[in-house]
């Protein structure tokens, strides 16, 4: 057998169903993997590996077990009641909730492992944790879900959770080269996770494939899985460079470009996109939801533990204050004005394709790399999708950004399915 | 002095100022009202004299504390350290958080005393807890905030935190006769109450005037408190009598037209506004949403408590189960139709009137009542008011809901002072 720790989760289960392992092996596995990789890449907050094994030496499989066996990580912004759950803060050292989040309630419903809890920037702002990028320890893995994307790429875990406000799942899974699913906004349960901005937060799903993501996403919507669709009728793509455009190195210009070439050559009609824009400049949009709203969020820490916020969770949280609630209002309104643009938008194309990042990841753990080719998706609550792409001149993962109509989340999978057949044929 | 227990929270904070009393003397003055009349009311949950007048000592009185020494009760779905909160269910009978939700902190940080935990219905859904309606006692009071709108009512507490996923915060304000404000939705924090249908749940406000809803609605915001200011120029007020017209008791139809007829009188332009019906069926959209989400918020209760659950909650469940995915994306792009709508609506009213209950307290506590008249403004995200209006044949309250423009939920409140003024001269 191949290292175990490399596979997909669906190729996982082909094993598990043909009884080729059993589940305490795949845990041992990764916690041997984890043993010797954590020194460099520090994805994890807290691990239990005797925990692990008990439940996966309890698992009662069965076929309404869609994720039966199959360790998951879960960001430490996520409640655990078996678990600590930090929030990437001291605050919260030594916090132990009393209730599972409903993602963990439903992975564990679905069969799956609770493996531990993977590393979040403070409070999943901007304040990065101690995770390293598996590959190149001297740059970061991206953030907030930096412990998350990290782990699934260093063969540490099958699946992990994350979370985006304004790029944190999609952006480091593309400077890992992992898959993710960021959901419509509220088309997944947050609840149970701590929120930033509860306007735009929205839950993340990491693994390494589509087809792994599908998985994820039917075990967190309580379903059965249902094997994607290749789209064979005729696809209309949007190219849609963005505002800031300027602001992606050359690789990344030339791999987005590269890439509608080549669906174009596939027969896929590319239509280059002019971003809507009637809701103003998104930037200053999601930052000013975000701020106000972690504000209101982070009010309790602010008054009774500020000097154990980072300055960078301060100065949001004071500037956050500052913004009148007139301009709340009205920055309220401007993200419904993004979404319906972009409902609008999606009469005339059935998938968007941009940067998922705006290069590979950066030097240094001191700042989880910026957002910008996500915010706009984001603040109109539209799914999206990182997938890995090709590699820039770093020799470190480009991942492709392919955004769908809101609520469509699992056409943007068959979606991503065919583009991504089309991509490497 | 008067029955300090009937005061608003404005003239409690007037006293204040000039030292006519103490905040210790007002949570005794509450306790003893209470001790009186909980046997009858049940508006409890839990309830701690000794913890509310060690908070109320505590106290540090400042020109930033907009509910300084104002006594609070908090529906038992929101999330309380210090106190236990059971979300009206038996599974969590012995269940205490270990962290506040936000809507506690920041109404602690704006000098509230946290009196206790108001009953809720299971899980705020349609199981009833013991609540009896404080002027007929074989009346429900409303729910799922029964406790809140009865405590309020019966002069036991001054303002409650409420929810409402249909109607849990408009009816039974209405049917107590109390003042409520149902935000815009998302516009304060959720954050740590206990989810039904996360699309659809908002935070309730309970008080005794229109004054009362503005400053715990600043406190809730964490600003300072504005008066606010009647509407001076010309006003546009839309009637909607809704398609559920004939479900109303001949009562409640006299009265709202009878309100309408008196802002018309007053100067005031009115409109009879057809109902935008782009959407489809409110009734049947907002329980599929409902049921659809509960069936995964619940999941683990489902899984692992079923036997636990009140017949009501396990037929939600398992009636969101069967909804599929497909359905419900349908559903969801369904409420941002209702959204748009409405947007389009107030292009040409300021406000619309309509019954906030469809009937007088109804007989009975096995049932609280219907929230038809409230389903489709939520659905649409849009703040509503109670505005408690006069009585009917029962000799009970009857309350005119008053629904705002998304997002104006400050100016709602500015109409809605209006209003008043101009039904009562």
Request: proline fraction near 7%.
């Amino acid at each position: 057998m191949d290292d175990i720790t490399r596979l997909t989760a669906s190729e996982l289960l082909t094993l598990y169903r043909n009884r080729q392992i059993a589940p305490s092996d795949v845990v041992a596995a990764l916690l041997a993997r984890i043993g010797a990789r954590d020194p460099v890449v520090r994805a994890w907050q807290h691990i239990d590996g005797d925990h692990a094994l008990a439940q996966a030496a309890a698992l009662i499989p069965g076929p309404d077990s869609p994720l039966y066996g199959v360790p998951i990580g879960f960001k430490d912004i996520v409640d655990t009641a078996d678990l600590p759950t930090t929030y990437g803060s001291p605050i919260y050292a030594s916090h132990r909730p009393v209730k599972d989040a409903v993602c963990v309630s439903l992975s564990r419903a679905a069969g799956g492992i609770v493996l531990g809890k993977t590393v979040t920037t403070e409070f999943a702002g901007r304040n990065p944790g101690k995770t390293a990028h598996p590959l190149d320890p001297a740059r970061t893995p991206g953030g907030s879900s930096s412990g998350s994307a990290a782990a699934v790429a260093d063969g540490q875990v099958f699946l992990a959770i994350g979370s985006q406000t304004a790029g944190s799942t999609i952006r480091p899974a593309a400077y890992c080269g992992v898959y993710a699913l960021k959901p419509s906004h509220g088309a997944i349960s947050f609840s149970g996770m701590k929120h930033l901005s509860p306007r735009l937060d929205a839950i993340g799903l990491m693994g390494r494939s589509i087809a792994d993501l599908a998985l994820f996403r039917a075990a967190l919507l309580g379903v059965s899985p249902v094997p994607y669709v290749p789209v064979s009728g005729p696809l209309c793509v949007g190219l849609c460079r963005t505002p800031y455009w300027s602001r992606a190195s050359a690789d990344v210009q030339a791999a987005i470009e590269q890439a509608a070439t080549r669906l174009a050559a596939s027969g896929i009609e590319i239509r280059q996109v002019t971003y809507p824009d009637a809701f103003g400049d998104a930037e200053e949009l999601c930052w000013e939801v975000i701020n106000f709203e972690a504000a209101r969020e982070l009010a309790w820490e602010y008054a009774q533990r500020e000097h154990s916020l980072s300055p960078w969770a301060r100065a949001a949280i004071e500037n956050g204050r500052g913004i009148s609630l007139d301009r709340h209002a009205n920055n309220l309104q401007r993200l419904a004005t993004a979404e319906q643009a972009f409902d609008t938008l999606f009469a005339t194309v059935d998938v968007l394709i941009a940067p998922a990042a705006g290069e590979e990841a950066p030097m240094g753990l001191a700042d989880t790399g910026s957002p910008i080719f996500n915010l706009a998706f984001q603040i109109a609550g539209l799914p999206a999708v990182s997938l890995p792409f090709r590699s820039g001149s770093a020799g470190l993962p480009i991942g492709l950004q392919l955004i769908g109509s809101r609520y469509r989340d699992r056409q943007l999978l068959d979606i991503a399915a065919t583009i991504e057949q089309r991509l490497v044929s």
